[in-house]
């Protein structure tokens, strides 16, 4: 296969370094394509206690992004788990080769960062506490 976009080192340090931070509550990294360097880049980490309607409004409404979710997740047991959830954020009115873009590196980012949940999402408005818990209830 070959690759779209080049996903450095940097990331995946920065990947390790997020999924042990020791966040007590939801955290975030936003990932976005450089599309003149065909390079992943870090576009944003939103920290400990980050609201899920704040991460929602951190998407752009016509460009695509990968969001790296640490969500904090009360279990029906009582148990407390951060699950990471990779999710690939596409809006549906883009431009066709971005889409292709996204879509061809999505794949490999996924197999560098080794995250258990992937999940595709096209409607910023659509990423709320209750939409994750039922993707995550699916699992």
């Not at 080049?6 to 999924?19: L, M, R, V």
Request: hydrophobic residues 40%; aromatic residues 8%.
């Amino acid at each position: 296969m070959t690759k779209t976009c080049e996903i450095g080192d940097e990331i995946t340090a920065a990947f390790n370094k997020f999924k042990v931070g020791k966040a007590k509550e939801n955290s975030a990294m936003i990932l976005k394509i450089n599309v003149k360097e065909l390079k992943v880049e870090i576009e944003e980490t939103i920290g400990d206690n980050a609201d899920i309607l704040d991460i929602a409004d951190s998407l752009p409404e016509s460009v695509p992004r990968y969001v790296i979710l640490s969500y904090k997740w009360k279990k029906d047991d009582g148990r407390l788990t951060y699950p990471l959830i990779f999710l690939y954020y596409i809006p549906p009115q883009i431009k066709p080769s971005l889409a292709m873009l996204y879509s061809s590196t999505k794949h490999e980012l996924g197999v560098k960062i080794n995250v258990n949940k992937t999940v595709e999402i096209q409607n910023a408005d659509m990423l709320t506490d209750e939409w994750i818990l039922a993707k995550l209830n699916k699992a």
